[in-house]
């Protein structure tokens, strides 16, 4: 691939098989459907929270470093977006108690593990 698939300039570029139709994140030099060569494929970033969880408790150390202000448990989840692709992503949420599947998430890659946010604004879903 001539992408880096989770540069934070890049946004979620996937993969896409032309001889299947099959899409995947992160890029890939082949399908993992038909093995067929796969062609770089800019991804939605807009999907629905199709399963998630809490990280109550830090990791072990080394070598996890807690932050300065200590552990604070976090939300991840899997997005799935319109392509069919699901991307496991923290959730960057307020307040992990209102997080449902189902709800319109925004998928953003960086550094790491991707991040997705509530989608907000005209015909987004509470």
Not at 100 to 108: A, E, N, Q
Not at 117 to 123: D, I, N, S, V
Request: hydrophobic share 35%; with cysteine; charged share 15%.
């Amino acid at each position: 691939m001539t992408t880096t698939p989770r540069s934070p300039a890049a946004a979620l570029q996937g993969s896409r098989c032309p001889g299947c139709s099959v899409s995947v994140y992160p890029a890939d030099d082949t399908c993992p459907r038909c093995g067929g060569p796969a062609e770089p494929a800019a991804l939605s970033g807009a999907g629905t929270l199709w399963t998630w969880t809490v990280q109550r408790y830090a990791p072990k150390s080394p070598p996890y470093q807690a932050p300065p202000g200590g552990f604070l448990p976090f939300a991840l989840g899997y997005v799935e977006l319109p392509e069919g692709v699901r991307v496991a992503a923290v959730l960057d949420v307020d307040d992990v108690e209102q997080v449902r599947i189902g709800m319109p998430l925004t998928v953003t890659a960086g550094e790491g593990v991707p991040r997705a946010r509530p989608t907000t604004g005209p015909g987004a879903g509470s």
